[in-house]
């Protein structure tokens, strides 16, 4: 089982950017869709992001398309989120996972997840 930790959390300003980063243990990290997902205070946890394990495909919830990027760098065990224009609804914990399979948006199907990084945004 792959383990994962994410960093790059913080405070930002409404209209501002922030990167978060996903480093993975192992030496199988390419055989692994990784995915993003957030939970917000009261709210359960939902999708955000989704990559393949080639790299070449991703998917977005509809609340982030167009704001978020994901991205990830097998060659480093790491996978990125993004995150520009971001808007006080996104202020969550925001955790990666990995699938040893194709990337999904249920969460369910995620067998490995990291800690969580507090993302904050202000308004």
């Known amino acids: 089982q792959v383990q994962l930790i994410e960093s790059g959390g913080g405070l930002a300003q409404a209209g501002g950017s922030l990167r978060l980063s996903c480093a993975a243990s192992?030496?199988?990290?390419?055989?692994?869709?990784m995915g993003w997902f957030r939970q917000a205070p009261g709210k359960e946890r939902e999708f955000v992001a989704a990559?393949?394990?080639?790299?070449?495909?991703?998917y977005y919830a509809d609340s982030v398309k167009g704001r978020f990027t994901i991205s990830r760098d097998n060659a480093k065990n790491t996978v990125y989120l993004q995150m520009n224009s971001l808007k006080p609804e996104d202020t969550a914990v925001y955790y990666c996972?990995?699938?040893?399979?194709?990337?999904?948006?249920?969460?369910?199907?995620?067998?490995?997840w990291g800690q969580g990084t507090q993302v904050t945004v202000s308004s």
């Open positions: 192992g030496r199988t990290f390419s055989s692994y869709a």
């Open positions: 996972a990995a699938r040893a399979s194709t990337y999904t948006t249920d969460q369910s199907q995620y067998n490995a």
């Open positions: 990559i393949t394990r080639s790299g070449v495909n991703t």
